[in-house]
Structures are given as structure tokens and as C-alpha cells.
């Protein structure tokens, strides 16, 4: 079994990460269970830009964000900043979140 973030076994790091999101979208708070698929669990700060493969890493986001991000940072290979790596989670309606 694949062993992810804090020694988890994926499954169980995807089911803490969707109990953290309480099942929605972790930017727009979409709810998982209408979009007629699962989400994805992502890193906030990417693998190659020297994330953390752990439980405070990761995200639940609706494909439509996934799509949007990756848009925009598409082509910027850098190494992250403490502004660009300060990623906001919005996990409470009323948040807000920032990608550099």
C-alpha cells in the first residue's frame, strides 16, 4: 500500500484531508459529493518546488481550480518565495486564500 505525508497510508491521509475539508473544495467550497467526482488531493507547494509531502501540504480542490492554478503557473519555474509559498488554505466560508 502507498505510504503518503506522516507515515499514512493514502487512503487514510485522503480521508483526514476530506474531514479537514468537510468534503468541499478547500478554495471554492464546492461540495464533493455533487460534482459527480472525487477530487484530488494535491500539494499546496509542489513536490518540485521542495513541498512537504505532509498532512499540512495537501489540499482538496474541484478540478476547476486545479485547472485554473496550474494555468497560472504554467511556465514559472522558480524557486517558491516566502511570498509565493504563503498559500492561504480557505477552509471556512468567508476565507480567502492567495497564491503569491
Same mark, same amino acid.
Given at each position: 500500500?502507498? +505510504?503518503? @505525508?506522516? @507515515?499514512?497510508?493514502?487512503?487514510?491521509? +485522503?480521508?483526514?484531508? !476530506?474531514?479537514?475539508?468537510?468534503?468541499?473544495?478547500? %478554495?471554492?467550497?464546492?461540495?464533493?459529493?455533487?460534482? @459527480? %467526482? +472525487?477530487?484530488?488531493? !494535491?500539494?499546496?507547494?509542489?513536490?518540485?518546488?521542495? @513541498?512537504?509531502?505532509?498532512l499540512s501540504n495537501r489540499a482538496l480542490p474541484a478540478q476547476h481550480v486545479i485547472l485554473r492554478k496550474r494555468a497560472r503557473l504554467r511556465g514559472s519555474i522558480r524557486k517558491p518565495t516566502s511570498k509565493s509559498a504563503s498559500l492561504i488554505r480557505a477552509s471556512k466560508p468567508g476565507m480567502t486564500f492567495s497564491v503569491g
Open positions: 500500500m502507498a +505510504r503518503r @505525508g506522516q @507515515g499514512l497510508p493514502l487512503a487514510q491521509l +485522503r480521508e483526514k484531508v !476530506e474531514r479537514r475539508a468537510r468534503w468541499r473544495c478547500e %478554495y471554492c467550497h464546492a461540495p464533493q459529493r455533487v460534482s @459527480g %467526482y +472525487r477530487f484530488h488531493l !494535491e500539494h499546496i507547494i509542489p513536490k518540485f518546488h521542495r @513541498g512537504a509531502d505532509s
